[in-house]
């Protein structure tokens, strides 16, 4: 990948707050053509005052920002175009229909879609007549999305996209994003659902306190933390009957009751040594389970070092 190939670069990006408080603390990260990166963090991390810089609402206090190749901020005119936006508050006029709004949006955009085509994209065909003001939260994120895609962006950014969808509207928004992505549209999304993330992000980052504290392939960031395995310890043996577990790459175990729990960087030593034990001893390991870490053990991994840190 060539460097023309990133249309998002953040490099040291600061935002610093009247009184001196910095929200965003130095972050570096890209995000290619076609590609949908993910920002998560815990409530008040930076993700929306990072995202503010990316679209060119703020100025950086440090570092640079190139959106497509170019400054968001000193270059509007160049990226506005280019880019769509669905901010976590839409704040339409409430008396004009869905209709009538998006024709509105449609007017201050070069080279809109038609309003009819943007609409059904986001399934609101059947609610075309109905004023903004009678929208549930869902349809109104719904609206907040055909307005963002508009002028057919190459760069999307979607604040919080399936906030107060119900479970087939966030489905449906995951494969619109899906296509958007196959056609080439480039996604960075901000969400607090990490099943959104795990399912729909090529890349993500996990930011903390202001600053990136994972990156990476969602199997990237979760290869940060251990694996579990756990069984049923066979009748008439005790823990203590285990093969010695750190030669393993065990790290660490736990017993509650029969059931021994443990954790491991080396899935496949550890794995592979537990079943040969198992074989020579003739015995079965019930109930084994063997998994990767979750993106969510990552998170609150992350999280919980704020507390303990912050
Ligand atoms: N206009 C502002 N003035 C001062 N501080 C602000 C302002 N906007 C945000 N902040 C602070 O900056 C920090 C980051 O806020 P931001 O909204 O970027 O976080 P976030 O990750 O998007 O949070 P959430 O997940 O809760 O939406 C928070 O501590 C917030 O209180």
New binding site residues.
Partial sequence: MTDDDYVIEAEDLR?T???G?E??TGITFRAARGEIFA?L????????????LLEGLARPDGGSVRVLGHDPYSERAAVRPRIGVML?EGGFPAELTVAETTRMWAGCTSGARPVGEALETVGLTRRSDVRVKQLSGGEKRRLDLALALLGRPEVLFL??PTTGLDAEGRRETWELVRTLRDTGTTVLL?T?YLEEAEGLADRLAI?HE?RIAAEGRVDEVVAAQPSHISFELPDGFLAGDLPPLAPLGISSHETVGRTIRLRTFELQRAATGLLLWAQEQRVELRGLGVRSASLEEAFLHIAKDQETTG
Wanted: hydrophobic share 30%; net charge negative; aromatic share 8%.
């Fill in positions: 935002r707050y009247a009184g408080f929200a965003v920002l963090g815990t409530n008040g991390a930076g993700k929306t005052s990072t995202v503010e976590q604040d919080e901000t607090h930011m202001g």
